[in-house]
């Protein structure tokens, strides 16, 4: 693989803008080689090699902790001789190791990279290659705004890498901006493809050898291949082979290319491109299943060639325990993303004493399910084959929340957060349950529009999710909520002009319909109105 003029680098210690790179790749751990090993060499070449006098000469921007992690795990993990990489994942601890103990290469989240440069810790006139990676992932966090305040701060000359799983238009943006007229690896969104049949189970980073156990038994195949990209996951998967009784390749062969013919594939690691897919999928026709993170599930939809992937469902009881466990990790999430419950927290600390916080939270979680199961016996439960809430794939990117079930007529309440504030379905889920204590199960259809948001709920909830709502922050924006009682639950023809209703009706609080939070202020009438 070319990596640019890399004399002219080693002759002026600095490097050209013409080694500007966008990579197409999966977000995958066994990525991570193809687009940090120029990087590495374009660190060797400057000089004084291995000088941290002044700052770092190499900057990754990534969309969390553990893409962090990640990338400055492969960097050490080189040889002796590479870099020291140090993982920025939280402000003040990556202050205190910079001041400490320099380091050329520093790898971390977009906003925690920023806090470092606002409290001047991190220098930055040094910087001779800033990779942003993944720049999808990035856009779907809402991290933009800290990476262009970061890149404000970076030199023009430094080389750009850009890395993301799928160029949709908002990373096509950012490469224009950061990284014009790059040299592209990968494919590309002109080349088009036919869908492929893939279906996919949902696992974490450190659970995947887990999953793969779990299918095992599940299918006990008569002959299976796992497809690898890494030693560190060939590795894993052969000790859970081992683990399991298998042995050698006889029934379960552990591939990194594919295999003339096999019963099942599984995608232990993603391909790196739709060419290797296709080979792999050539030897199990309708039989490959992957093993995915939900951050990888938009990039196995591009692969695919499809917007909707099915889902591989395990045995009925394992899939549905596991799905009501899902449901109530993301309720759990959902309350804290919107901010700590203060009170609640006062009321545990004297059991800080006695128990760890562990088994507090354990045994909160058993009151919560037993005061459930007491309020609502007859609540409609999850199917099955539901599809956890917090890995369900969407078209729309996270513009809408899963179906949830409500169990009464439903109406939708409007509030008026919408897109350009940020706002995304976890936070008026969370804030609903914080808020109103109305259960995330009992939450329907959240749709995201520009400047507003629909919340589906039963009618017997939607009053008191307004006056719940009406008056609280979210994302820093003051909230007004009602029912939006001049449309069904579901989509309706556009209103003519003449059909708009009376202001007082469509704001609750101006014919005190609605109770006024405690301390509320009158501010008058807004003059935003809806779509």
């Known amino acids: 693989m070319e990596h640019g003029n890399a004399e002219p680098a080693r002759e002026r210690g600095t490097v050209s803008r013409n080694q500007n790179v966008m990579y197409v790749l999966p977000h995958d751990t066994a990525a991570i080689a193809q ?17 941290t006098s002044q700052g770092p000469r190499a900057v990754v921007v990534t969309p969390d902790a553990e893409s962090a992690v990640a990338i400055a795990r492969w960097v050490a993990a080189q040889s002796s001789d590479a870099p020291r990489a140090i993982a920025a994942t939280g402000a ?25 440069v606002r409290r001047a810790a ?6 001779r290659a800033v990779v942003i990676a993944w720049a999808d992932l990035l856009v779907d966090a809402g991290a933009v705004p800290s990476l262009e305040a970061l890149m404000g701060e970076m030199p023009k000359e430094s ?35 036919e869908p492929l049949a893939v279906r996919y189970v949902i696992t974490g980073a450190a659970t995947r050898t887990s ?102 469902s395990l045995d009925a009881s394992v899939a549905a325990a596991r799905a009501n466990d899902q449901r109530t990790r993301d309720e759990l999430r959902a309350i804290l993303d919107v901010g700590l419950p203060t009170r609640e927290l006062l009321t545990l600390e004297p059991l800080l004493a006695e128990f760890d916080s562990a088994s507090l939270a354990a045994a909160a979680l058993k009151l919560l399910e037993t005061e459930r199961a007491r309020r609502l016996p007859n609540a409609s439960r999850p199917s099955p084959n539901a599809t956890p809430a917090a890995v369900a794939p969407s078209a729309d990117a996270g513009a809408r929340a899963p179906r949830r079930t409500t169990s009464g007529g439903a109406v939708r309440v409007f509030v008026n957060v919408g897109e350009r504030d940020g706002v995304s379905p976890r ?5 609903i349950a914080n808020e109103a204590g109305i259960a995330g199960s009992r939450i329907g259809r959240v749709e995201i529009r520009e400047n507003h948001s629909l919340v589906e709920l039963d009618a017997a909830d939607a009053e008191r999710a307004v006056e719940a709502l009406s008056g609280v922050n979210i994302r ?21 002009r003449g059909d708009r209703p009376d202001r007082g009706d469509r704001v609750g609080h101006a014919r005190g319909k609605f109770p006024r939070r405690p301390g509320a202020r009158d501010r008058g009438p807004s003059r935003r109105r809806d779509e």
């Open 35 to 51: 687009f940090m090993g120029p990087v590495l060499e374009q660190l060797a070449a400057l000089e004084p090699a291995g000088d």
């Open 92 to 116: 003040a601890r990556s202050a205190r190791l910079i001041a400490a103990q320099p380091a050329p290469l520093i790898v971390g989240p977009a906003d925690q990279l920023l806090e470092l």
């Open 122 to 127: 991190l220098k930055l006139d040094d910087v």
């Open 159 to 193: 080389a750009r890498t850009l890395v993301a799983a799928r160029g949709t238009p908002e990373v096509e943006a950012l490469v224009e901006q950061y990284a014009r007229r790059p040299r592209r690896v990968g494919p590309t969104a002109a080349d088009a493809v």
């Open 211 to 312: 999953m793969l156990r779990q299918l095992l038994d599940t299918l006990d195949p008569p002959g299976a291949a796992i497809y690898v990209r890494s030693d560190d996951s060939e590795r894993d998967v052969r000790d859970t082979l081992r683990t399991l009784g298998y042995a050698g390749d006889d029934i379960v062969r552990v591939v990194r290319e594919p295999t003339p013919s096999a019963a099942l594939v599984m995608l232990y690691d993603l391909p790196s491109s739709r060419a290797e897919l296709d080979a792999l999928a050539a030897s199990a026709p309708n039989q490959v299943v992957a093993l995915v993170q939900p951050k990888q599930l938009a990039a196995l939809a591009a692969l695919a060639g499809t917007e909707r992937l099915s889902p591989f």
């Open 427 to 431: 936070d008026l889920v969370g804030a």
């Open 476 to 496: 820093g924006r003051r909230v007004s909520a009602r029912v939006d009682r001049d449309r069904p639950p579901r989509d309706r023809p556009p209103r003519e």
